[in-house]
């Protein structure tokens, strides 16, 4: 019983830190802390658009840009 409880427990854990893992990589930058940056490619591996989102929090785009999705984030 002990040795269940205690995988149940780990997987749990596991499972907690690769949701916050996840909703760390999914979110806009924070403003006057970081800028982010995102690029957009077509079904050839070709880079078509993308963006900044600058410490400020103006947008700049490029090409086809769409949503800012897939942030890279880094420090202002």
Request: with cysteine; aromatic share 10%; net charge positive.
């Amino acid at each position: 019983m002990l040795r269940t409880r205690k995988a149940i427990f780990t997987a749990a854990l596991l499972l907690g830190l690769v949701a916050v893992a996840g909703s760390a990589f999914a979110r806009y930058p924070i403003l006057g802390v970081e800028w982010a940056e995102w690029t957009r490619y077509d079904s050839s591996g070709n880079a078509i658009g993308g963006g900044r989102i600058e410490c400020d929090g103006s947008i700049q785009t490029w090409g086809t840009s769409g949503a800012p999705t897939g942030l890279t984030l880094h420090r202002c």
